[in-house]
C-alpha cells in the first residue's frame, strides 16, 4: 500500500480507533502535519479538538480548542467522536501524567482519535502512552529517539536522524514510507496555504 493511500485511508476514519504520534524537532514541520490531519478530517465532516497551549492559527474554522490542560482534560470526556489533536503534548503530561495517559488508555472508548504531538518521542511522550498508539509520523530525531522509534514499530524510523526539514517518515509498524510537505505560498501572500503532501521513494 503507498503512503498516499495509508493517509488517506487510516488517518482520516475513526472505524477502526488507533492513536498516532506525530514527533520533530522545533521547526521540522510536525504542528504543520496535524493541522494537514485536522483540515483533512474537518473537511470530511469530522468533528475537531485541538489542545494548543501556544494559541497558534491554522486548525480549522469551528475546531474546539484550548490552551488551559485542566479544562482540556475536563472537557475531553464530555465530548464523543472527535479527531483529537494533542500540540505541545508534554504540557498536559507535566500537568497531569495520569489524566493524559487515561486519553490513551481510554479516549478510544468515546470514539476520539487521539494525535499525540511533541519535539522528543521518549522525553515527553511517556512509554505507557505511545503503546496505545498505532501509527507514528516522524519528522528529524536525534539518533537515541530514532533509534527507540525503530524499536517500536519499524526499523525505517532509525534514518529520522539524517532526515531534513519538514521530510518525515511514516509507520503503523507493518506499512512505511517517507514523505514531505510541500508549501505553496506565494509571493506578497501574507496567509500561508496549508501544505501538500508528497510521497517520496524508499532509497
Not at 475546531?63 to 483529537?84: C, G, I, R, T
Not at 468515546?110 to 521518549?122: D, K, S, T, W
Not at 511514516?170 to 501538500?196: M, R
Request: hydrophobic fraction near 35%.
Amino acid at each position: 500500500m503507498s503512503l498516499r493511500k495509508t493517509l488517506k485511508i487510516l488517518q482520516l476514519k475513526r472505524k477502526k480507533i488507533m492513536h498516532n504520534i506525530i514527533v520533530g524537532a522545533s521547526f521540522s514541520g510536525k504542528t504543520n502535519l496535524a493541522k494537514f490531519f485536522a483540515n483533512q478530517a474537518h473537511k470530511k465532516g469530522e468533528d475537531i479538538l485541538v489542545f494548543d497551549p501556544r494559541k497558534s492559527g491554522g486548525w480549522p474554522d469551528g475546531a474546539k480548542k484550548y490552551s488551559s490542560p485542566e479544562k482540556f482534560l475536563n472537557d475531553f470526556w464530555k465530548l464523543e467522536k472527535h479527531h483529537v489533536f494533542i500540540d505541545e503534548a508534554k504540557v498536559l503530561f507535566d500537568f497531569d501524567i495520569k489524566g493524559a495517559e487515561k486519553i490513551a488508555y481510554q479516549g478510544r472508548h468515546n470514539g476520539h482519535l487521539v494525535y499525540f504531538i511533541g519535539q522528543r518521542a521518549m522525553s515527553m511522550i511517556p512509554p505507557n502512552a505511545r503503546n496505545q498508539c498505532g501509527k507514528v509520523f516522524a519528522f528529524k530525531q536525534s539518533k537515541k529517539d530514532s533509534d527507540t522509534l525503530a524499536d517500536e514499530y519499524n526499523d525505517i524510523l532509525s534514518q529520522c536522524v539524517t532526515l531534513k526539514k519538514v521530510h518525515f517518515i511514516f509507520s503503523d509498524g507493518f506499512a512505511c514510507g517517507k514523505a514531505k510537505l510541500v508549501f505553496e505560498t506565494k509571493e506578497n501572500d501574507s496567509i500561508q496555504k496549508p501544505p501538500k503532501i508528497e510521497v517520496l521513494k524508499n532509497e
